[in-house]
């Protein structure tokens, strides 16, 4: 079992910047992908940044790409999504999830094995 706590949400303003953290115990996640997803009030889930299991690869969605940067460190079982010139549509509850494939980056969620409780971050115009 793996277990996911995200931190690092909050209330900003446009163009602001917010650095989310994730943190996973219980086994180590060197050989799994991480990602972030994040749902917004009504919506369904969406995929937001994965990285693979060494990090050398990464996949953004478009609404983010230039703007957020997915990280890890497998020593410190940790990885970090640094959002950058938020805007208000970036509103939502981000959630960190794991799969236990080394190199999977989908916006289906059934393909992940584990998920955090999510850290709420709000982006005011």
């Known amino acids: 079992q793996v277990q996911l706590v995200e931190s690092g949400g909050g209330l900003v303003q446009a163009g602001a910047s917010l650095r989310l953290s994730c943190a996973a115990s219980g086994r180590t996640t060197s050989r799994y992908t991480m990602t972030w997803f994040r749902q917004a009030p009504g919506k369904e889930r969406e995929f937001v940044a994965g990285?693979?299991?060494?990090?050398?690869?990464?996949s953004y969605a478009d609404s983010v790409k230039g703007r957020f940067t997915i990280s890890r460190d497998n020593t410190k079982n940790t990885v970090w999504l640094q959002m950058n010139s938020l805007k208000p549509e970036d509103t939502g509850l981000y959630y960190c999830?794991?799969?236990?494939?080394?190199?999977?980056?989908?916006?289906?969620?059934?393909?992940?094995?584990?998920w955090g409780q999510g850290t709420q971050v709000t982006v005011s115009s």
């Open positions: 990285i693979s299991s060494s990090g050398g690869s990464t």
């Open positions: 999830a794991v799969s236990s494939r080394a190199y999977y980056f989908s916006s289906r969620l059934s393909g992940y094995d584990y």
